[in-house]
């Protein structure tokens, strides 16, 4: 059973801070993995994937990967009030991706 | 619109009523799958549907059944319902199994209660 491993949180970051969200797991043969965020009461909206090695920037979003320390993160620049959410991560059971495994998921609180 | 519905949002039941949960995508999607969300757990696949009539167990089936007829519908059935099954359940979908923003969406929620 692979496991994807995330800090509960919550973690608090002031507005227009940088939110740094980490993830492990534990199958090092993963290739593929996804951010998801999810409000309060809302479903899980996908936000972020990345397959290599290094950064991968989307907005003010920033997935970083480092197969061989088998992390992941999720950096959000100009943290808003708005990006208080969970944050999931997921990573497939399989190269087919029919099985996701979530982690935990991180909860963000950004304050005004 | 795009969109995935479950119905009923809501539902509290007894041990051993048998109920189903619809789910429903308008997408004409292929790839089709059910997940329950409890606190300190996270998300846990139940059961996922590569198209019509080809369904497989995801990590957590036991005491779940599904049923893929048609493209649009995969229905969530719990046979003998008991209170380990009180959970948030999400439906979702996507045009490939390799999850993108753009493709694949999540049904709104049900909350079950079992009594």
């Known amino acids: 059973q692979k496991e994807v491993e995330q800090n509960s949180g919550p973690l608090s970051v002031p507005e227009g801070a940088i939110a740094s969200l980490n993830c492990t797991y534990s199958?090092?043969?993963?290739?593929?993995f996804f951010w998801y965020r999810q409000y309060s009461g809302k479903s899980p909206e996908l936000i972020m994937s990345?397959?290599?090695?290094g950064d991968k920037e989307d907005g003010r979003f920033t997935a970083q990967l480092n197969k061989a320390s088998q992390y992941v993160s999720l950096l959000i620049r100009d943290s808003q009030p708005s990006d208080s959410a969970t944050y999931l991560c997921a990573v497939p059971m399989n190269t087919g991706f029919q099985k996701l495994v979530f982690g935990t998921g991180t909860r963000l609180l950004v304050s005004p | 619109e795009a969109q995935v519905t479950q119905n009923p949002r809501y539902l509290i039941t007894v041990t051993g009523k048998k109920l189903t949960v619809t789910c429903s995508q308008n997408m004409n999607h292929e790839y089709m799958s059910w997940y329950r969300q409890d606190p300190g757990l996270g998300l846990r696949q139940i059961y996922y549907?590569?198209?019509?009539?080809?369904?497989d167990k995801g990590d957590v089936p036991e005491g779940y059944k599904v049923s893929r007829k048609e493209k649009r519908n995969f229905p969530l059935i719990l046979e003998s319902p008991s209170p380990n099954q009180t959970s948030l359940y999400f439906c979702?979908?996507?045009?490939?199994?390799?999850?993108?923003?753009?493709?694949?969406?999540f049904g709104p929620g049900t909350r079950l209660l079992v009594l």
């Open positions: 990345i397959y290599s090695n």
């Open positions: 199958d090092r043969g993963s290739q593929s």
């Open positions: 979702a979908s996507s045009l490939t199994t390799r999850p993108t923003k753009e493709t694949q969406y």
């Open positions: 549907s590569m198209n019509v009539e080809v369904t």
